[in-house]
């Protein structure tokens, strides 16, 4: 399996989720990955991203809430998600960019996992 990804479920409003990313060692190795969303009817978002080296970027939406982290030696990447509001219900992807600032990816994207957060 290239990606796999786990850890969603029903969720009340602030209230927390941590999400997990296998990946096969060719796609992670090395290789900056990333958590996206996509919520119903909305493209697919960048959530967070990680360098192989720890270093991070979040979008403005969840800075403060959400801490991406990876274990190099598993090939997993995690996504905490604290203080979850209704607006962060979607489908959660990871995968790894190409390059930092890419759009395009060394996965296909896989099946995701599901955030529903209740009011």
């Known amino acids: 399996v290239q990606l796999q990804a786990s850890g969603g479920g029903l969720v009340q409003s602030g209230g927390s989720l941590r999400l997990s990313c296998a990946a096969s060692?060719?796609?992670?190795?090395?290789?900056?990955m990333g958590w996206y969303r996509q919520a119903p009817g909305k493209q697919r978002e960048l959530v967070a991203k990680?360098?192989?080296?720890?270093?991070?970027n979040y979008a403005d939406s969840v800075k403060g809430r959400f801490t991406i982290s990876r274990d190099n030696a598993k090939n997993t990447v995690y996504l905490q998600m604290n203080s979850l509001k209704p607006e962060d219900t979607a489908v959660y992807y990871c995968?790894?960019?190409?390059?930092?600032?890419?759009?395009?990816?060394?996965?296909?994207w896989g099946q995701g996992t599901l955030v529903t957060v209740s009011s």
């Open positions: 995968n790894a960019p190409r390059g930092w600032y890419s759009s395009t990816y060394y996965a296909r």
């Open positions: 060692g060719s796609i992670f190795s090395g290789n900056v």
């Open positions: 990680i360098t192989s080296g720890g270093n991070t």
